[in-house]
């Protein structure tokens, strides 16, 4: 991959549930849960970051990289899941990127956001 030129490859990138913005949801969820370890070592981190050291922390995508990213907004805690869409770890509006996406939200939890061709018509 080292010899290849990204600026003028075409790709093609899925990204299934990604924190690019944060996870907020996480981090309020643990205040008020208490659970230690939810959500891992990189969760921890990604909770303490903004958007600004978020998008210099992960970096841009090549320039002719389409990118298709899936969120899920089925949380399964039924007190907040009318307050804002979450897969139970990520806000749908914490996977967005900067830049031109294609943006699909489907009715899964996080851990069921998964290829299904028909779903995602592809």
Known sequence: FRSV???YTKTKV???APPNRGIRYLKSMKKYVGVAGY???A???LATLTTEQLDLRLGKLPRRCFPLVLAGKLCLN???QHKYPNDGLVMVE???LPGEFRHQVLIKAFWR???NLTEIGV
Do not use: C, H, I
Request: glycine letters at 10%; proline letters at 5%.
């Open 5 to 7: 030129n990204w600026d």
């Open 14 to 16: 899925v990204m299934l």
């Open 39 to 41: 959500g891992g070592v």
């Open 43 to 45: 969760a921890e981190k």
């Open 78 to 80: 039924p007190f907040n």
């Open 94 to 96: 914490e996977t967005e």
């Open 113 to 115: 956001v998964d290829l």
